[in-house]
């Protein structure tokens, strides 16, 4: 475990890309400075020193981070705090992490980790705040469970208490929604558009799967969420 000089602090930050806040360090953690969505060249050298890595960045860079963690198989070993850079961050709404920045980097720098589901994508990536896709026809199941048969303006996965959700919505004037929650969410369609924790596919999508991992990732959440 790295702990710095003062007592409760753990880890080390990550400041992810140009718009890394206000904060001109780490307060009394160490701080690197590193590329938007960074690669094997900035975090697999962090992770054999620290068990704690603080992200500063977009759900996207926290994404990257993870996706180095699952690669290395170092999900269970290392824990995740995380100061979102965007205020409409999913990871943030879907973990309740608090909206102040100073608050969120206190938190993600002392507060205790708690496991929460590590969602895959069939490409080799990670889904760890929303992936949205619209106008979608064609036809999705939630495991076993027909989510969709037909037509969809949209599309929303996430991870979830049970492993994944997915929200599909029908109708143009008049929406209707439905929740489907599960270990798994499949895809079929006609060429789709797909947008993952905020980065677009370069492509168009005809199929695409999420599924919970066999191990969860290590988030640093606040108490009782």
Known sequence: M????????????VACGADQHTFADGG???????PSRPGKAEIDPLLGEHDRLVILGTDADLAAVVLRLLRKDRVSGVS?????????????????????????????????????????????GVL??????????????CDETVAFDGTAATIEVSPDA????????????????TTLRGRAFQLGCHPTSLV???????????KWTWYRHIEDLRLVRPAGT
């Open 128 to 141: 760890v705040g929303r992936a949205t896709l619209r106008d979608v026809h064609g036809q999705g199941y």
């Open 28 to 34: 009394d953690a160490p701080m690197i400075r590193v």
């Open 80 to 124: 995740v705090g995380f100061v979102p850079s965007a205020a409409d961050s999913a990871v943030a709404a879907l973990w309740r992490l608090p909206a102040d920045p100073a608050e969120a980097l206190e938190l993600a720098l002392t507060g205790e980790d708690a496991a929460v589901p590590l969602v895959r994508e069939d490409n080799g």
């Open 196 to 206: 993952s924790d905020g980065v677009r596919h370069p492509r168009e999508v005809t």
């Open 162 to 177: 049970a492993g994944i959700a997915a929200r599909v919505t029908r109708g143009k004037l008049v929406k209707r929604s």
């Open 2 to 13: 790295t702990v710095t000089e003062v007592a409760g602090v753990r880890g080390i930050v």
